[in-house]
């Protein structure tokens, strides 16, 4: 009976020890020493036990840094780093609530500027910023166009029609991050028209219809354009057309149509945190393609700027403003900073 009780108490006392010391390493394990670097637990030596393998699993969306493959802690950094350069960006341009492009044609800075055949143009540079060193990227029309909405000429040399393209652009990437997009064009017959010509619309002006990734009800006719100007999208482009942008009409007809049919917002948009900017595509066909481009809004400092840009500059600027990805050869310029009013 003795030695029975002597082996049941040498059994508790082995119990005892093994509970004692495994109360042990867990508070040790749990402690932290300020002295000390503690080493990630990716890189901790596993104690030498025996163990039965288990499938490698991904980790899931709450897994700790430290857990997680190197690749994919390198792409969590580098969107780290773009979502911080993004916000340094937006931090020096304003956001407006909307923006309205309108896009005149072939000619040059010299025939409008301080001309007294445009007095209307010249009267909103006495309101806005002139960019006095703007300069459109190609000749003839179409390319200039397609720089403009997706940061490349799509390899368009042409105003041939019947050309489509599924490349990221301005309103596939407005809608992607639930901002919105309309483009207006003057003489078209019908919401989603694809046809190469109306009267005097032209598709080779409208580069969205040519974006098998915008919804076709974004092409709209100017017709739809609202009166309630609250109501427009974050982005819109404005066409005129042959006869009321430059392109077969006179100087005078498209500066009385640009009064008439966008005068109203420009004085909206001076109380109302939107912006107005008028471009021409490309010049006269001259070798410097320098031509007019204009900033018109309540958040834009007055005067003539010598800031060089050109359509990717200009496009730079708006995906800058809403902190979208760069398009294209956009990618490749500077936003425009120097206009902004807390800029300075």
Not at 119 to 135: C, D, H, V
Not at 219 to 247: A, G, K, R
Not at 306 to 332: C, E, F, Q
Request: glycine share 6%; with cysteine; hydrophobic share 35%.
């Amino acid at each position: 009976m003795n030695k029975k009780l002597t082996v049941l108490f040498i059994a508790l006392g082995f119990l005892a020890s093994g509970c004692s010391l495994h109360s042990s390493q867990e508070g040790r394990s749990g402690e932290s020493n300020p002295t000390t670097t503690t080493t990630p637990s990716s890189q901790a030596k596993p104690a030498p036990i025996s163990v039965t393998p288990v499938p490698s699993v991904t980790p899931s969306a709450g897994a700790t840094a430290g857990s997680q493959p190197d690749s994919t802690r390198k792409e969590t950094a580098v969107a780290n780093v773009q979502s911080a350069a993004t916000a340094a960006r937006m931090d020096k341009l304003p956001k407006p609530d909307h923006v309205v492009i309108v896009i005149e044609e072939n000619h040059a800075y010299e025939q409008i500027v301080d001309r007294a055949k445009a007095p209307y143009f010249n009267s909103l540079i006495e309101q806005g910023a002139l960019m006095t060193a703007s300069y459109a990227v190609t000749h003839p029309s179409q390319p200039n166009y397609l720089a403009l909405f997706s940061g490349s000429t799509q390899g368009m040399t042409s105003d041939s029609c019947g050309k489509t393209y599924d490349a990221p652009n301005l309103a596939s990437e407005l809608l992607a991050d639930k901002l919105t997009f309309t483009g207006y064009s003057e003489d078209m017959p019908k919401a989603g028209y694809s046809g190469c010509s109306y009267k005097g619309y032209a598709r080779k002006h409208n580069p969205w219809v040519q974006f098998t990734n915008v919804p076709a009800e974004l092409n709209q006719p100017l017709s739809s354009f609202p009166s309630d100007y609250s109501s427009l999208p974050t982005i819109s482009f404005v066409i005129p057309n042959h006869q009321d942008d430059m392109h077969d009409g006179t100087v005078e007809q498209a500066d009385a149509w640009l009064q008439k049919h966008l005068g109203g917002y420009v004085e909206w948009a001076s109380t109302h945190n939107s912006l107005l900017i008028i471009t021409w595509d490309e010049d006269d066909n001259a070798k410097k393609n320098h031509i007019p481009t204009l900033f018109v809004g309540s958040m834009v400092n007055k005067g003539r700027y010598d800031n060089v840009s050109n359509h990717y500059s200009v496009l730079r600027t708006i995906t800058d403003m809403y902190g979208l990805k760069s398009l294209g050869d956009s990618a490749k310029e500077k936003p425009i900073q120097s206009i902004w009013k807390f800029s300075h």
